[in-house]
């Protein structure tokens, strides 16, 4: 295998990890939500102070680590694409 063609598999496997990582990304970010969402922390009602859940609160931050996650997954997606079409040689479009 030639020099171009390694560069050309390279930006290839660039772009299929960047869209599957954007993939992954979007479906945690569909299943969980963003990670800024409010959070009641396990209050039933956020005016209500008293009582606090604590099933709820780690609930909470497994679906803000998971948002989180599939933030990160979204943009690392994102940056591979744009390494492999910036590796991608002018001649070959």
Do not use: H
């Amino acid at each position: 295998m030639g020099e171009g063609e390694e560069e050309a598999v390279t930006t290839k496997w660039l772009n299929v990890g960047g869209l599957f990582l954007d993939l992954v990304g979007v479906v945690l970010l569909f299943r969980y939500g963003m990670p800024y969402r409010v959070r009641t922390g396990g209050d039933m009602f956020i005016l209500k102070g008293s009582t606090i859940n604590e099933q709820i609160v780690r609930a909470e931050s497994c679906y803000a680590l998971l948002g989180w996650i599939g933030l990160a997954c979204i943009i690392i997606g994102t940056a591979l694409q744009i390494v492999g079409a910036l590796r991608q040689s002018p001649t070959r479009g």
